[in-house]
Structure formats: structure tokens, C-alpha cells
């Protein structure tokens, strides 16, 4: 039965997602969306990794159940069109990157991600001044506010 469902998501998406017209473009919506809440470096369709994505708590039961299939059957999907955020400077890293690659709980990787989202920063760049060591006192200010 889980193969069954499995399956059909793939097909599903795969079919939304090259069919030109208003389902392909909610498909695109939803995954640049989910790309932005998973805040990593690498595609959610490809990086198959423990994201933060994945717990019990978003929002997205399709994504994740997609994901959690394609993690089972140690499969992958590659888009055409890559919704990745480019790198702003030499050094800058994605923050999910370093927060994933950390010793937190999970829960404390769920509530920075949150945060993250607030902000609406993906990179370590957005969080500082053009010099890049300076930390813009702007966020600071909205951390304060959250």
C-alpha cells in the first residue's frame, strides 16, 4: 500500500510539474515556498538528508510524505529549475547549512529555523553589514521583537 501511495505522489508531481498551466505553477510555487522553509543549500528534492522540513510539525503533509518515500527507496527527483539562493561572497554559507551540521536538538533546529524564516534570511550574509564582519544591528532590533 505505501508503494502504491508512493508512486503516486511521484507521478503526480512529475506530471504537475512538466504539464504547463495553473497546477504546474502551484507545484512551482510550493516547492520554491518549501525550499525557502527548508533554508539549505541543496535542492529538498535531491538532498534526501534529515531536514528540518521533515518533522511532525510543517505544514506541508505532501512534501513531507514525497520526501519521506523518496528517502525510503534511497531515490532523488532533479528539477529543471533550480530556486537556490546564490552564495553573496566569499565564506557566506547557508545559516540551516550550519545549523543542521550542529549538535542541537531538533527542536532548538526547529525554532532557529523558525526564526531564520522571520528575518527572511537564508544566508550568513543576510544577517551582516556590507563589510561582513559586522552583524547588522537591524536584526538584531527584529530578534528582539520575535
Same mark, same amino acid.
Given at each position: 500500500?505505501?508503494?502504491?501511495?508512493?508512486?503516486?505522489?511521484?507521478?503526480?508531481?512529475?506530471?504537475?510539474?512538466?504539464?504547463?498551466?495553473?497546477?504546474? #505553477?502551484?507545484? *512551482?510555487? /510550493? =516547492?520554491?515556498?518549501?525550499?525557502?522553509? +527548508?533554508?539549505?543549500? $541543496?535542492?529538498?528534492?535531491? #538532498?534526501?538528508? *534529515?531536514? /528540518? =522540513?521533515?518533522?511532525?510539525?510543517?505544514? +506541508?503533509?505532501?512534501? $513531507?510524505?514525497?520526501?519521506?518515500?523518496?528517502?525510503?527507496?534511497?531515490?532523488?527527483?532533479?528539477?529543471?529549475?533550480?530556486?537556490?539562493?546564490?552564495?553573496?561572497?566569499?565564506?557566506?554559507?547557508?545559516?540551516?547549512?550550519?545549523?543542521?551540521?550542529?549538535?542541537?536538538?531538533?527542536?532548538?533546529?526547529?525554532?532557529?529555523?523558525?526564526?531564520?524564516?522571520?528575518?527572511?534570511?537564508?544566508?550568513?550574509?543576510?544577517?551582516?553589514?556590507?563589510?561582513?564582519?559586522?552583524?547588522?544591528?537591524?536584526?538584531?532590533?527584529?530578534?528582539?521583537?520575535?
Amino acid at each position: 500500500m505505501e508503494d502504491s501511495q508512493g508512486i503516486g505522489q511521484i507521478q503526480m508531481f512529475l506530471k504537475h510539474w512538466r504539464t504547463p498551466g495553473h497546477a504546474s #505553477d502551484l507545484t *512551482k510555487i /510550493a =516547492i520554491a515556498w518549501w525550499q525557502f522553509v +527548508s533554508g539549505t543549500s $541543496r535542492p529538498i528534492m535531491e #538532498d534526501m538528508s *534529515k531536514l /528540518a =522540513i521533515d518533522d511532525g510539525k510543517s505544514e +506541508s503533509k505532501l512534501i $513531507r510524505s514525497l520526501r519521506g518515500y523518496l528517502r525510503a527507496i534511497g531515490a532523488t527527483i532533479e528539477v529543471d529549475r533550480n530556486i537556490l539562493p546564490p552564495l553573496q561572497r566569499e565564506n557566506d554559507a547557508y545559516l540551516m547549512d550550519l545549523v543542521n551540521a550542529s549538535n542541537m536538538r531538533p527542536s532548538r533546529k526547529y525554532y532557529a529555523n523558525l526564526v531564520r524564516m522571520s528575518l527572511q534570511v537564508s544566508l550568513v550574509s543576510d544577517l551582516c553589514q556590507a563589510d561582513g564582519i559586522n552583524t547588522d544591528r537591524t536584526m538584531w532590533l527584529l530578534l528582539i521583537h520575535i
